[in-house]
């Protein structure tokens, strides 16, 4: 008996907790499914020097939180971040599926005899920021039959998109054979450029269970009640909120090291890698986090949580994308839970009965949609 296997395009290798675990998530969904999966390592370097040279100016500048500028994340060299690099490290190669073969821009059209279907996956890959080449793997322009081309999840990154943009994604989205995407909004926007319907599916990490994650979580070891702040970007008022908080409720705040500046909390959590976080969500009181994936496992796993905007920039700016996390929150009535830089009150704990419920119906229309798409 003939089992596909299925190519998949996302992010999958990046020291970021939401980026790997949406790759996990992803991959053991189709597993379970019955079905077999693999992430395509591409590089996209070339063995001809000009282009070669083209390909590694552009990428600095497309991948910028990826392969920022020089000294920006310096700070992932230093010892206190070293432990962390290898928890990462060793979940991807325990967990995260790759293929054999590495692929660049002058050989990635050898992996259509590799696999049965390609799948561009969830995080923001299609996002106008992470694609600002030209081309890009991300539409699956390598993929000939275009039967095979299909999508689960992947975000716009923001439903505020310039016309010029939305003209390309018309242009690399018409041959697609299914399409799907992780913001409602952005799903009705697509579906009238493209003629046709665009589904709406839940990021890959709410596609399973809070005991599926227990397989894989590692206790924190942390006593007691604790808050949690996980938090991405360096605004002041997100920690003073879940300092505040730790007051109101009694609780010790707890940080996951995630910038230098953390390391002057008087509780900061070292050595986390995907497992640990995990674990970490589950056993927390409460979540203050400024993180979109922060936010989908505190819902998840049934927490009390506060979120927060990660950049404070305009829609103008390409790196926006405040607005995933406030679309996602409308849909299961969870609006009140995304704060204002300014906010400094709190809100009653978090009724779930209907949250799930609401949760439960997203959650069986998108294990329909992929497996409509694998089989």
């Known amino acids: 008996m003939h089992i596909n296997m299925i190519g998949l395009v996302s992010y999958h290798s990046e020291p970021n907790y939401g980026t790997m675990l949406q790759a996990y998530a992803l991959a053991k969904a189709i597993d379970m499914l019955g079905y077999k999966s693999e992430y395509i390592l591409y590089r996209g370097i070339t063995k001809k020097p000009w282009l070669k ?4 100016k552009q990428l600095a500048d497309v991948y910028h939180f990826v392969c920022p500028p020089k000294g920006e994340f310096e700070y992932f060299k230093t010892k206190e971040f070293h432990s962390i690099l290898s928890r990462f490290d060793d979940f991807h190669r325990q967990f995260i599926p790759v293929s054999g073969q590495e692929y660049n821009i002058d050989t990635i059209g050898l992996s259509n005899n590799q696999y049965d279907s390609f799948i561009v996956g969830s995080d923001q890959t299609w996002s106008r920021y992470m694609n600002r080449l030209n081309s890009s793997i991300n539409f699956l322009p390598f993929v000939e039959e275009k039967s095979k081309k299909k999508s689960y999840a ?13 003209t390309r994604l018309k242009d690399e989205l018409s041959d697609f054979n299914s399409i799907s995407c992780r913001e409602r909004e952005n799903c009705i926007l697509l579906s009238k450029l493209l003629g046709r319907t665009v589904e709406y599916v839940v990021d890959p990490t709410l596609l399973l269970q809070p005991s599926d994650w227990d397989k894989i979580a590692i206790n924190p070891g942390v006593k007691g009640g604790y808050i949690l702040a996980y938090i991405l970007g360096v605004k002041n008022c997100v920690s003073e909120y879940a300092e505040c908080l730790g007051k109101e409720k009694g609780l010790p705040v707890y940080y996951i090291l995630t910038r230098p500046e953390y390391l002057k909390k008087q509780r900061v959590l070292n050595s986390v890698g995907p497992r640990e976080f995990v674990g970490l969500i589950k056993s927390a ?4 986090t400024d993180s979109f994936h922060g936010s989908l496992f505190s819902i998840n796993y049934g927490k009390n949580f506060y979120s927060f905007a990660k950049r404070a920039v305009s829609v103008d700016d390409l790196t926006y994308d405040n607005d995933r996390i406030i679309s996602f929150l409308s849909e299961l009535g969870l609006e009140n839970r995304f704060k204002a830089d300014t906010d400094i009150y709190f809100e009653q704990d978090i009724d779930y009965s209907a949250v799930l419920k609401k949760l439960s119906e997203l959650r069986k229309f998108s294990w329909s949609y992929l497996k409509s798409i694998v089989s």
């Open 53 to 56: 040279y083209f390909i590694r």
């Open 154 to 166: 992947p975000s716009i990154g923001s439903t505020h998109i310039e016309q010029d943009y939305i």
């Open 285 to 288: 009181s409460y979540v203050v």
